[in-house]
């Protein structure tokens, strides 16, 4: 990757394993909060947070997008630019996820979603067909100065009217 883009490798932060979900968010929110007070990441003009370049997001099979699930009350965490679960429905139990006031805060994002298993989920995403989109977490992400892309393969994109394409 190093390779294709030429990232710093101090400007590539990992996930501390080695502690608890809790621990390891707030890790995280500490280095990318040093990123920003030294101007190496953008900071939001509109909102307290990080302005990434681009955020790239894969969509799950249930519409969930970073670690954000259906339902789950971190969807609706405003303060932290991190936050930890430990009741994933799917594994591993414990993650940590950027928040949606940082994903919507970016320049850029982009979700990616290949393959049929993807369809139902994208098209709750991007349609409106009842109250089930409600709770789709990638419907939450709409960037307030950004530009959104949808990347889908042909299998993904099976239940998306034309007009949804064009959009
Ligand atoms: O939870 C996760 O789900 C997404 C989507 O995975 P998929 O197997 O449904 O394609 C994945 O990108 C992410 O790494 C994982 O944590």
Redesign the pocket.
Known sequence: MNEIVPIVPSHAVSINDSVSAEEAADDYEFLIRQLVRTRVVKASQISDCPKFDLVLL????DG?VA?LFPNHPALNEREEWVTFITD?P?PPPE?ITFTLPVINSASNVAVVA??E??AHAVLLAVDEIGPDCLSIPARMVQPANGKLVWFLDRLAATNLEVSDLKN
């Open positions: 894969e969509l799950g099979n969930h670690s994933s799917i993650r290949e393959g298993n993807k």
